[in-house]
């Protein structure tokens, strides 16, 4: 398993965030953590780091309930990307959502490669990490 260089964080819930931001930095999950407080902001640093692989994330934890740019908005944006930020970020939810509808409709997507419910645990990057992700 090489090295998660750069994690992505994004949910309108700074505690969520915080723990989230905490739990990948104790148990040395990634090297970097970038935490946006919503889809926007995420999207925003995306297209501002492009084309800059160092600074395109290995894998996104999205939140899908967030305010305007919401997860469905986001992974539509994302589809927009070019291959280099398609190919390398991998997105996993991470929502307390239990809608089942949500839950189904967000997991067809191509760009999405896990569902976690809240909170991120270590057991769930552990598994993320045996799993080669």
């Not at 148990?27 to 640093?45: C, I, M, Q």
């Not at 800059?52 to 539509?76: T, W």
């Amino acid at each position: 398993m090489k090295s998660i260089d750069l994690v992505l964080l994004v949910d309108d819930n700074d505690t969520d965030n915080f723990i989230s931001k905490r739990i990948i930095e104790i148990t040395k999950f990634a090297e970097r953590v970038e935490v946006k407080s919503s889809g926007k902001g995420a999207l925003d640093y995306l297209r501002a780091h492009q084309n800059n692989p160092v600074q395109i994330p290995s894998i996104i934890f999205l939140d899908i309930n967030m305010p305007i740019v919401d997860g469905f908005v986001f992974l539509y944006e994302f589809e927009k990307f070019n291959e280099l930020v398609k190919n390398k970020s991998k997105v996993i939810i991470l929502s307390s959502s239990d809608n089942k509808r949500d839950i189904d409709k967000i997991v067809n997507n191509n760009h999405v490669i896990k569902f976690i419910t809240k909170p991120l645990t270590e057991m769930a990057l552990d598994e993320i990490k045996l799993n080669n992700i």
